[in-house]
């Protein structure tokens, strides 16, 4: 049920970043969501994406991509709704990486981004706990 984020090594240069986000969107690719986390020489671009291989292809003559598998998890634009989903997380003893959010097109819901280091454990533990994840195929359906 995971969905599939892409990371890509950037250089910690003026208009790297500019670059890569222009190849994705002149390839006709929605970024459905972006994160960039910088060292002093490098980031890590890391998006969600309308279409994993076109973006790893039209990337291939810059820089190396890698999938990832991460959960995206559904909350409310309200306040305590992160911290409702990281605390079911926090009892099954799962480590959190790294998160990032993005808005949803439905009114008054966003989607938080989380690298754990058991996918599966977390996934079931948010669905007994009834907090909606996305899957790859989910993600098509959000315009």
């Known amino acids: 049920m995971a969905i599939t984020q892409l990371s ?3 250089e910690n240069t003026p208009g790297t970043l500019y670059q890569a986000v222009s ?13 960039v986390a910088d060292t002093r020489d490098f ?11 076109k973006t790893k292809e039209v990337l291939s003559d810059s820089t190396i991509c890698t999938e990832t598998k991460v959960i995206a998890a559904k909350m409310s634009d309200q306040a305590g709704a992160l911290k409702k989903i990281l605390a079911v997380i ?5 480590n ?5 959010a993005f808005t949803s097109p439905v009114a008054g819901s966003a989607y938080v981004v989380l690298r754990v280091d058991d996918v599966e454990g977390a996934e ?5 706990r009834g907090i909606e994840t996305l899957t790859d195929q989910d993600l098509e359906g959000l315009l």
Do not use: K, M, P
């Not at 002149?26 to 969501?33: E, F, K, M, Q, W």
């Not at 980031?43 to 994993?52: K, N, Q, T």
């Not at 079931?124 to 007994?128: C, P």
């Open 124 to 128: 079931e533990v948010l669905a007994r």
């Open 96 to 100: 959190i990486e790294y998160v990032y």
């Open 90 to 94: 926090q009892e099954t003893g799962v």
């Open 23 to 35: 190849t994705i969107s002149d390839a006709g690719i929605n970024l459905r969501a972006l994160s």
């Open 8 to 10: 890509a090594l950037l």
């Open 43 to 53: 980031g890590i671009l890391r998006v969600i994406v309308s279409d994993v291989e």
